[in-house]
T-cell receptor, first 114, second 114 residues
């Protein structure tokens, strides 16, 4: 059975701290791994990772994928209260009728206090 | 607004009633996905369409659930004889298969069965 596991499930930090969110996966027919941010509404896209070892960056956020060890991390440096959200990791399937389907982890709830 | 649109945003219904939700994807997107999300969990795959064809349906989806995408444009998700366990956020997403681009989510329909 396909599985995506995120850790920690929740995290409370203060502004300025750096956080690392983890995502491990076991899926058949892996195509890509995606990170989304969800703030009480629809998930909004952050990163799509397809190749191992290549870091993707967007401002204070960065992410990297390890396809050998089957995990990804999402780093947020100098956290701000606006970073408070649920961070979702999802694996996109390749091949056959499941192509493009996303399997999500349970999410990490990040709370940033001023 | 050219994003994914879902209606209604909120629905409260009595147990045993039927409900129908609508999703209008981004216009050029050929893939449309339905997910269900309960509190504290990541989105759970329900079904998806490529154009008007329903390609996959989760085995978790009971026969009370049905989805259609006539003419490959908007989609409807119907739940018959609702149960309290159906209370959740129902998310729709769309993508353009073959481009490697990510799926975009709508704001969701929050269903409460009382």
């Amino acid at each position: 059975e396909d599985k995506v596991v995120q850790s920690p499930l929740s995290l409370v930090v203060h502004e300025g701290d750096t956080v690392t969110l983890n995502c491990s996966y076991e899926v058949t027919n892996f195509r890509s791994l995606l990170w989304y941010k969800q703030e009480k509404k629809a998930p909004t896209f952050l990163f799509m990772l397809t190749s191992s070892g290549i870091e993707k960056k967007s401002g204070r956020l960065s992410s990297i994928l390890d396809k050998k060890e089957l995990f990804s991390i999402l780093n947020i440096t100098a956290t701000q209260t606006g970073d408070s959200a649920v961070y979702l990791c999802a694996v996109e399937h390749a091949g056959g009728t499941s192509y493009g389907k996303l399997t999500f982890g349970q999410g990490t709830i990040l709370t940033v206090h001023p | 607004d050219t994003g994914v649109s879902q209606n209604p945003r909120h629905k409260i219904t009595k147990r045993g009633q039927n409900v129908t939700f609508r999703c209008d994807p981004i216009s050029e997107h050929n893939r449309l996905y339905w997910y269900r999300q309960t509190l504290g969990q990541g989105p759970e795959f329900l079904t998806y369409f490529q154009n008007e064809a329903q390609l996959e349906k989760s085995r978790l989806l009971s026969d009370r659930f049905s989805a259609e995408r006539p003419k490959g444009s908007f989609s409807t998700l119907e739940i018959q004889r609702t149960e309290q366990g159906d209370s959740a956020m129902y998310l729709c997403a769309s993508s353009l298969v073959g481009t490697g681009a990510e799926a975009f989510f709508g704001q969701g329909t929050r269903l409460t069965v009382v």
